[in-house]
């Protein structure tokens, strides 16, 4: 049943970010176990995206208040997770309950099970890392002081383009790994654990990308996508994800040698985002001169036909649910980072119940095997309704960059202008602070 359970919640996060890449993993060894850290934007999925990235067991530190009923002790012993309890939640156990937390941890180490924790304690969707609590630490150096067996803390920084929207994509960067074994050297100082969570803090800074204000990480994010050195390069989410820590890099330094340079670039991408949106523009590489995009919208148009059936279909059968789990999702989590659990979760619950409900029907009015073939229907036809509907999306962008390039070419030349004017500002910046450190 766990393996069940854990296969239906993987495939449903597969489906939610069809694109899931990673970068670093595979440099890590995969006859060892290691402890992970990460950052913490996207609640209960923040887990199940690293398991399905890793693709090898590892067990996960999770608030105890999560096991406080039946369902959700099922669902983490699903995930193999191991309750924490936090310091606000003592009753005046919980030194020794987090001391039983701890030895878990170790135990799953040594029979080669890595282990994975959110040093930041909880889920939240600021612009930067919050201050690292001393778990982490503490656990690493009570595992290699104990079992002496060279133990490595994996930072790894998750990056959702855009983690509460379904069908968006999502990257892990492991970082450089952390060896214990110096900070365990250092005996049972509280030195140690207090060295070894900075190092540690570094380690994720190099990863996670960060800003000083939600508006200028979203900015960039997008600026670095638009102003990258060729054509379809953006479209890789890790060097899309490298350009714009570059760029927030530069910025850091701007903002403390010329500030005034800072403020124009910021401003200049500001422009530049807005216009975009204003054109409803989505690829700002689709108003270059001789962008090719008729093959898109033929190809587009071709499966727009082919899956219609089929997808009306499934949006009769399963769109009421579909928008149904959105409301209920949407007033269920205020917050952003555990807005994509409510989805996912709303989802899985009301879609399939709809597709019994509509099977029950047809199987009381008709017969049983007009009701199975109800379900089978309404199930394949939500595939094919929602790739029908991504398909019409991106068609749309097509024409409407199309649309524009020969109904207005000065407004798509000016456009165009201005990213090469933004590029080669960025790429100016970013050429002088190699030269500043260089120098």
Known sequence: MKRLLRAALEGVVRLYYPVLDAEGLDALGADR??????????????????????????????KSTLFGNPVGRAAMATFDAIPVRRAKESDGAGADRNEETFARCRDALARGISVA???????????????????????????????????QVV??????????????????????????????????APEAVDAL???????????????????????????????????????????????????????????????????????AGRRYVS???????????????GAERASVVAT??????????????????????????????????????????????????????????????????????AGLACFVLAATGGWAALRWEELAVGAAHALRSAWLRRRHPEVAAAMVAKRRELADALASALHDETAQREG
Do not use: C
């Open 300 to 369: 587009s148009a071709a499966g727009l036909v082919v899956l219609a059936p089929l997808a009306l279909a499934g949006a009769v059968l399963g769109w009421p649910m579909y928008r149904l789990a959105g409301v209920v999702a949407g007033r269920a989590a205020r917050e952003e980072d555990v807005r994509g659990t409510a989805k996912l979760l709303a989802g899985l619950v009301f879609v399939p119940a709809g597709w019994f409900a509509s099977a029950a029907v047809v199987s009381a009015l008709v017969g049983l095997r």
């Open 197 to 267: 969570t900075t190092a540690l803090r570094e380690a994720l800074d190099a990863v996670v990308l960060q800003a000083d204000t939600r508006a200028l990480l979203e900015g960039i994010a997008r600026v670095a996508r638009w102003t990258a050195p060729t054509p379809g390069s953006s479209a890789d989410l890790a060097t899309s994800r490298r350009r714009a820590s570059d760029l927030l890099r530069r910025h850091r330094a701007l903002v403390a040698d010329d500030p005034a340079r800072a403020a124009a670039l910021v401003e």
């Open 117 to 151: 924790l959110f040093p930041e304690g909880t889920s939240h969707s600021d612009p930067s890392l919050k201050r690292l609590k001393t778990g982490a630490a503490r656990i690493a150096l009570s595992a290699e002081r104990e079992q002496h067996r060279g133990l």
């Open 275 to 289: 216009a975009m949106e204003h054109l409803g523009v989505r690829d700002a590489w689709a108003l270059e001169p």
């Open 33 to 62: 176990a290691y402890l992970f850290v990460l950052n913490h934007p996207n609640g209960l999925l923040d887990p199940v995206v690293l398991r399905i990235a890793l693709r090898r067991p590892v067990a996960f530190l999770a």
């Open 155 to 188: 930072p790894v920084g998750l990056f959702y383009e855009a983690k509460a929207t379904f069908r968006s994509r999502v990257l892990l960067s492991a970082g450089v790994p952390v060896d214990v074994a110096p900070f365990a050297a250092q005996g049972d």
